[in-house]
């Protein structure tokens, strides 16, 4: 659970005036208590201080106590700092605060008053993959093919839906417009009916369940109205329409709400944020006050620039003039690469020599990306100059199939209702209870209206296989008894160990014997540690609590700034924190920015507001780069830069030049005053710079094999040729071509079964 209740720590001492540490602006924010206020707080003008500032003053000056505030935020990261910082303020005077993720603190809600929406207090949270297995049965419940119909596609329907607070009624008649339409309409309205069945939530409905309960319950909404007077939330300008109407029905008896925000980093739309809420903050609210917050603290001036060059061409925003009174700083440079290697490869020689001249340690960079797929060329660049690196958007580790398979076993034991947690493991690892029993099962469950669970726990009254009855039964029992263990009160960790052993699954791992089982078993144990520390650092620790505190954790929740590591991360998940020095790559038409979607302008404005929160991530050092050419569907493709370029003042960056030349050791010219400095390396591209000349880096890479540009070649299918340029390294070496008969063609070397030609 992300709900953090503050505990006192007497060795620190308390602030008592920390008013004075705040500029003129922030102070303004902070003491205005009474009614709507909107804070619009610019990239690194310290909005996180104003927040905790704020609520450090309801508590110490306004005498507000503490469980009648409410901070709703976006991460657990951004609850964690604010709860630190609280503490440290004003300590045990915090105790008691509701402070969260909008998805932590309406589950909490929702697990309070469960029954009078028809669920249970021990519902499932399902995340992404859960619906889109439970959307893809019912698609073939349906009788559609998910290999054409993909429940992703659905999946995506239904929830923007949701976060609309569109009903599956209201969907079907008014919403839609084609036969994919039609299809999700089908599905939405079977998907609302097993969920509720299932007694499961996604995380769509911790958003939009509490609309539903505040709205037909005015009882228990005018309750949480009176506890939650005093409202905050984090980054307004992320709120979909679900979120901005469950805080306006909170908010509306003493309007004593403070949002904050920038529009100027709006840039989740893809998932439901809505950009008017913040823009139209003003007239939802009479007599909001707006204060705004001008001051950066993070970056130099020549990266400030550079940002407002770009944001202030779009129409939709809030006006405001970022200041610093921090120094100029250096140009930002950019790159201009031949393609995705030649960039890969240059950015890994400037961060070493960042690290080299100024003393920059690896977690000091980050390599922002529009995509997660460019993400690979980078890893291959650093692994081969050894630099550690962090992945941020990665497989989550709660999302390997060994782990969500241990907490299948541990959320039925919470709630058997659970369907998808069923299907998932009552076969896992086998135990002889094939598909066509499962279908039987199911369809027995379909036809009479009951659940599956109520099925297997009656399985001897199934028209089954004697065998596929007995076994069934087995796993009922084994699920039986482990819950009685629980609700005995056998601690989490020594049942989890129960759950391992009886199901064999950690057998059949040891038996399999494989590298791929013993890494699933490090992961299991890994999970075990998981549980053990939650056990330990929980007051009352309960199996229920700790399934929903990890399916709420994110991708950003995952990063480590103190790992001592280049990040690579998309612009999306870096919202929110910044480094000394930043690399945005990929800086192409239709890659930086995407190609349009629902509109030309509209779309355009968000990527713009996706390339200011990149460019504004950096503290001292900012680097943009673009290649030529870059690999696509399998051949290389000529790219044109991106038109953000064109609107960058031109007065803040300076243009590098240059390529990856591979060539022969032989070529290299390494003696005494050539102006080179160059170290071999036979396993990773050597090096080289002419310090005179900061225009220009060069990076040499040779190998020993003949086909080198020059070498005159024989293909079996275009025939006699003359090799005119060579890109990559290892297996991903490529050459380009030019034959006889056929023109220029870009090969892989080693697919493309070359033979040499001697002239």
Not at 551 to 561: A, N
Not at 610 to 625: D, E, G, M, N, W
Request: aromatic share 10%; net charge neutral; with cysteine.
């Amino acid at each position: 659970m992300q709900q953090f209740t503050l505990q006192p720590d007497s060795s620190k001492p308390i602030k008592t005036n920390f008013l004075k540490e705040l500029n003129e602006q922030q102070h303004s924010a902070v003491t205005h208590v009474k009614g709507p206020l909107l804070i619009v707080a610019g990239a690194g003008s310290g909005k996180t201080r104003v927040l905790t500032y704020r609520i450090a003053y309801l508590l110490q000056q306004h005498h507000a106590l503490p469980q009648n505030i409410l901070a709703l935020t976006f991460t657990n990261k951004a609850a964690r700092e604010m709860q630190e910082r609280i503490q440290q303020l004003i300590g045990e005077r915090a105790s008691g605060l509701w402070m969260g993720t909008f998805h932590s603190i309406f589950s909490k809600i929702l697990r309070f008053e469960a029954e009078k929406i028809g669920y249970n207090s021990n519902f499932s949270i399902y995340d992404t993959s859960d619906s889109e297995n439970a959307i893809k049965l019912i698609l073939k419940e349906l009788n559609f093919d998910p290999k054409e119909i993909k429940p992703k596609t659905i999946h995506r329907k239904i929830s923007d839906a949701k976060n609309q607070l569109i009903h599956p009624d209201t969907y079907k008649t008014r919403f839609v417009h084609s036969t994919l339409d039609d299809i999700a309409a089908r599905v939405f309205e079977v998907y609302e009916v097993r969920m509720r069945q299932t007694n499961a939530m996604d995380f769509d409905d911790l958003l939009i369940k509490p609309v539903k309960l505040f709205e037909e319950h005015p009882d228990v909404l005018e309750k949480y109205q009176d506890r939650f007077k005093y409202i905050l939330i984090d980054e307004y300008q992320d709120t979909n329409h679900a979120q901005y109407k469950v805080t306006r029905l909170l908010a509306e008896k003493y309007e004593n709400i403070c949002v904050v925000g920038d529009d100027a980093q709006s840039i989740y739309s893809f998932r439901g944020a809505d950009i008017s809420n913040i823009l139209n903050f003003k007239t939802d609210y009479d007599g909001a006050v707006e204060v705004p917050l001008e001051q950066n603290y993070r970056s130099t001036k020549f990266i400030l620039q550079c940002a407002d060059s770009v944001i202030k061409r779009n129409e939709k925003q809030i006006r405001k003039t970022l200041w610093t009174d921090n120094s100029e700083g250096e140009t930002i440079t950019l790159l201009e690469n031949f393609d995705e290697r030649d960039e890969a490869n240059r950015i890994v020689n400037h961060i070493n020599n960042l690290k080299f001249r100024q003393g920059y340690q690896n977690n000091d960079f980050a390599v922002l990306y529009r995509t997660n797929y460019q993400s690979r060329i980078f890893e291959e660049a650093f692994r081969r100059k050894n630099i550690a690196y962090q992945l941020v958007g990665g497989l989550s580790f709660y999302q390997r199939k060994e782990v969500k398979d241990v907490l299948a076993y541990l959320t039925l034991l919470v709630n058997p209702e659970d369907e998808q947690a069923l299907l998932r493991i009552i076969n896992e690892p086998s135990r002889g209870i094939g598909n066509k029993t499962l279908n039987d099962v199911i369809k027995k469950a379909r036809n009479e209206h009951k659940r599956v669970w109520h099925i297997v726990s009656n399985v001897e009254t199934a028209d089954l296989y004697k065998p596929a009855k007995e076994r069934i039964g087995q796993f009922v029992d084994m699920i039986n008894n482990l819950r009685d263990e629980l609700e005995a009160g056998v601690p989490l960790l020594d049942v989890t160990k129960k759950v391992l052993e009886q199901s064999g699954y950690m057998k059949a791992l040891v038996e399999e014997n494989s590298a791929q089982s013993l890494t699933r078993r490090d992961n299991i144990l890994e999970l075990q540690n998981a549980i053990a520390y939650y056990q330990q650092n929980t007051k009352n620790p309960n199996l229920a609590s700790f399934l929903q505190e990890i399916s709420l954790i994110t991708d950003t929740d995952k990063y480590d700034e103190n790992k001592p590591a280049v990040t690579l991360m998309t612009v999306h998940a870096s919202k929110g924190l910044e480094f000394p020095a930043v690399f945005i790559v990929g800086l192409e038409e239709n890659l930086f920015p995407m190609g349009a979607r629902d509109g030309e302008e509209a779309n355009i404005e968000e990527e713009r507001r996706l390339f200011y929160v990149a460019i504004t991530r950096a503290q001292k050092h900012l680097f943009f780069s673009y290649s030529k050419m870059r690999f696509k569907f399998g051949e290389e493709q000529r790219q044109a830069r991106s038109r953000f370029l064109n609107e960058v003042d031109p007065g803040v960056v300076r243009t590098e030049t240059g390529a990856t030349i591979y060539q022969t050791k032989a070529d290299v010219d390494d003696s005494p005053g050539s102006g080179m400095e160059i170290e071999y390396d036979w396993k990773s591209p050597i090096t080289s710079k002419k310090p005179s000349d900061t225009s220009f880096s060069y990076t040499y890479e040779y190998d020993d094999d003949p086909f080198m540009p020059g070498a005159h070649v024989m293909h079996p299918t275009f025939g006699a040729g003359k090799i005119v340029q060579r890109n990559g390294s290892g297996k991903d070496t490529r050459v380009v071509v030019f034959f006889k008969n056929r023109g220029q063609k870009t090969l892989m070397l080693r697919a493309a079964n070359l033979s040499l030609i001697n002239q």
